[in-house]
């Protein structure tokens, strides 16, 4: 039996604001959206161009608070060809959040505080 990776799911308060940081952060494209014929929920699909992974946003009509992320211990993480352009664009949007210096990666934060690691191409 083999398994591959599918997806990730992040539920997230504000869809149009997530779409938007997800692409101008990340360069993430939808692939394929899903709207509940009672409006109750909808999931969109973003993709890299490169891999078969996706990250599913999950939007919920009735859910009306931040979710409860625990102590963000988990995150996604991204390899970026130009770590130094990167690194400039999330600092202009303010969304770095933790950086490690003497491991040459950062983080930076999505709309609803989840975790983005960002490493260089060569790591």
């Known amino acids: 039996m083999k398994f591959k990776f599918c997806h990730n799911n992040f539920n997230v308060l504000n869809l149009e604001k997530s779409l938007e940081f997800y692409q101008k952060s990340l360069g993430l494209v939808e692939s394929r959206r899903k709207v509940a014929k009672d ?3 909808i999931l969109v699909f973003l993709g890299d161009g490169e891999t078969e992974h996706k990250l599913e946003l999950t939007w919920l009509r009735d859910w009306e608070k931040p979710y409860n992320l625990g102590d963000n211990e988990f995150h996604l993480a991204f390899r970026v060809e130009d770590f130094e352009e990167a690194y400039k ?35």
Do not use: Q, T, V
Not at 89 to 116: Q, T
Not at 117 to 122: G, M, R, T, Y
């Open 89 to 123: 664009l999330h600092k202009e949007m303010g969304c770095i959040c933790y950086e490690n210096k003497d491991m040459g990666i950062y983080f930076i934060a999505d709309p609803d505080n989840y975790w983005i690691e960002i490493l260089p191409a060569n790591r």
């Open 39 to 41: 409006g109750s929920f």
